[in-house]
């Protein structure tokens, strides 16, 4: 548990001595510097990668080379609390997520969160779900990438549940490709130990980009339930 309070204590407080850099983003933003994008990428990743190497876990990235050159959507599983720190360290691009909206009340984090395009979305609100929907194709639209986490919530047992057809509609209104992604082990590493941070190893799993147009009409009119398939199958083939 000592491990675990003080991986939590030292990542807020990064938040706080990070905070100078985030007032430069503030007046690169203001004057509409067009390095401004790339700048913050660097710098999150960076910051990510400390933050994930502090977890002592072996991280393994297969299909690096999957990730286009033009934006995307990246449609993600979601095992735990340690995702975003995967992601923003392994992704090699700039990227925003669509988030639960009980981050944005996160002092600090809820800055730089926004600063790298996050929205924010509510549950429980259909009508601010909508809302945030089309922020998202916005900002697709614009040239952005964006991660979903289509189960809606963290898996509770690290398995796969349901995608949500909803979220779909940002790759399906903006007209981007999707990017399938698989991550594996985090779950072990923190919520499936009862919340108690343990080193293991983390797998994600980059999959080739979806083109909607370029599937099957079947598929293409499912397409939750067909990029599901394409995440979990690297789960599946570990339980053989």
Known sequence: MLRTIVF?????????????IFSKVKKMKQKNDPNTDYFIFDFVKGWAEKRLKATKSRVHVIGIENIPDENVLFVSNHQSNLDFLLLLAKINKPIGFVAKIELEKIPLLRDWMRAINCVFIDRNDMRQQVKTIVEGIKLLKEGKSLVIFPEGTRSKNGNIMDFKAGSFKLATKSKVP??????????????????????????????????????????????????????KKPLEEKTK
């Open 178 to 231: 999707i990017v399938p992604l698989t991550i594996d082990g985090t779950f072990k590493s923190f919520e499936g130990n009862d919340n108690k941070l343990i080193s293991n190893d983390f797998y994600l799993y980059i999959h080739k980009p979806v083109y909607i147009d370029k599937i099957p009409k079947e598929d293409a009119e499912n397409i939750n339930n067909y990029v599901r398939d394409i995440i």
């Open 8 to 20: 939590f204590i030292k990542l807020a407080l990064s938040l706080i001595m990070i905070m100078p």
